[in-house]
């Protein structure tokens, strides 16, 4: 059974930075698609980054946060900077292997405030 478990995530002014990882229990990292996904409260699931395969960006994020992953850890990580607030959301992790295979993490929470 796979289990991702995310860390990282707190309190941060705008502006600041914050860093997110995210430890998958098996080797998993370099051979699926590895996301980071975000719900903002009465909002749905949406879609951040991946890499892997293809290496994509939502454009709310494009050139302010940056997605990599470390194969010999297991972990991948999302950097994000230049935070805003319309950043605050739970940020959940996400690994996939063709339609069968599909995980999440347990989630963790940011929050961008003054």
């Known amino acids: 059974q796979v289990q991702l478990v995310e860390s990282g995530g707190g309190l941060v002014q705008p502006g600041g930075s914050l860093g997110l990882s995210c430890v998958a229990s098996v080797n998993i990292v370099s051979r699926y698609t590895m996301g980071w996904y975000r719900q903002a409260p009465g909002k749905q699931r949406e879609f951040v980054a991946q890499t892997g395969g293809t290496l994509a960006y939502a454009d709310s994020v494009k050139g302010r946060f940056t997605i990599s992953r470390d194969n010999a850890k297991n972990t991948v990580y999302l950097q994000m900077n230049s935070l805003k607030p319309e950043d605050t959301a739970v940020y959940y992790c996400?690994?996939?292997?063709?339609?069968?295979?599909?995980?999440w993490g347990q989630g963790t929470q940011v929050t961008v405030s003054s």
């Open positions: 996400n690994a996939k292997y063709g339609v069968l295979y599909n995980y």
